[in-house]
């Protein structure tokens, strides 16, 4: 038998509930509650609604790993997204190929990999490698030198142009990011713990890397 219950909020209607309506003449009796009272009466973000979504139709599983993955990857997502329109914008690049120009940075002088190294640090292919090494070479970006140690092998190197153009990424990052709005809601101590959750589970996924 289908249990009868109320309907669960859907995402079309948070998007239709957070239309605005047509202003009206303030008055005493409907001016804007205290900001406490705002705070309570919010409606759900995005997350939050898949979250009570997913919590009423399988209630009965342990969702805590499966909603922490959605967390992670829609942080991702976003973080990444706004990013990359950042680096199009600025640098006629993706935000793919500044990472890899970021691990070059983080390496140290001479800011040199093998693109072994570097698809192993980012997460993709040696053929996705190749692509954006490419991009970045017509950039003027990085630059290939032969691997003494492997023949007919090749090193990815960081040009001049290309670090002054991680310098001011990495200034962005730290100064305008789209996370500091949500940061800036938290505590120095939540963010201090943030930052380690995030990272003692990032280390503890990596560990299990083959």
């Given at each position: 038998?289908?249990k009868?219950?109320a309907?669960?909020?859907?995402?079309?209607?948070?998007?239709?509930?957070?239309?605005?309506?047509?202003?009206?003449?303030?008055?005493?009796?409907?001016?804007?509650?205290?900001?406490?009272?705002?705070?309570?009466?919010r409606?759900?973000?995005?997350s939050?609604?898949?979250?009570?979504?997913?919590?009423?139709?399988?209630?009965?599983?342990?969702?805590?790993?499966?909603?922490?993955?959605?967390?992670?990857?829609?942080?991702?997502t976003?973080?990444?997204?706004?990013y990359?329109?950042?680096?199009?914008?600025?640098?006629?690049i993706?935000?793919?190929?500044?990472?890899?120009?970021?691990?070059?940075?983080?390496?140290?002088?001479?800011?040199?990999?093998?693109?072994?190294?570097?698809?192993?640090?980012?997460?993709?292919?040696?053929?996705?490698?190749?692509?954006?090494?490419?991009?970045?070479?017509e950039?003027a970006?990085?630059?290939?030198?032969?691997?003494?140690?492997?023949?007919?092998?090749?090193?990815?190197?960081?040009?001049?142009?290309g670090?002054q153009?991680?310098?001011?990424?990495?200034?962005?990052?730290?100064?305008?990011?789209?996370?500091?709005?949500?940061?800036?809601?938290?505590?120095?101590?939540?963010?201090k713990?943030?930052?380690?959750?995030?990272?003692r589970?990032?280390s503890?996924?990596?560990?299990?890397?083959?």
């Amino acid at each position: 038998m289908v249990k009868s219950e109320a309907r669960m909020p859907s995402v079309e209607d948070h998007t239709e509930n957070n239309q605005p309506s047509p202003r009206r003449p303030a008055s005493r009796a409907n001016q804007a509650p205290p900001r406490a009272d705002r705070a309570q009466r919010r409606s759900p973000s995005l997350s939050e609604l898949i979250t009570l979504q997913w919590q009423h139709e399988r209630g009965e599983v342990d969702l805590e790993n499966f909603l922490l993955a959605i967390y992670f990857m829609r942080l991702g997502t976003l973080v990444d997204r706004a990013y990359d329109r950042h680096c199009q914008a600025k640098f006629g690049i993706n935000g793919g190929d500044m990472r890899l120009m970021l691990a070059l940075r983080r390496s140290g002088p001479p800011y040199v990999k093998r693109p072994t190294d570097l698809f192993r640090t980012l997460l993709v292919t040696s053929g996705a490698i190749t692509k954006k090494v490419d991009r970045l070479v017509e950039m003027a970006y990085v630059e290939r030198l032969p691997d003494p140690s492997h023949s007919g092998g090749f090193l990815v190197h960081l040009t001049k142009k290309g670090l002054q153009v991680v310098e001011h990424a990495i200034e962005h990052l730290a100064n305008h990011s789209v996370l500091a709005p949500a940061m800036a809601q938290l505590s120095p101590e939540e963010r201090k713990q943030g930052s380690a959750f995030v990272l003692r589970v990032l280390s503890a996924l990596e560990s299990t890397e083959t």
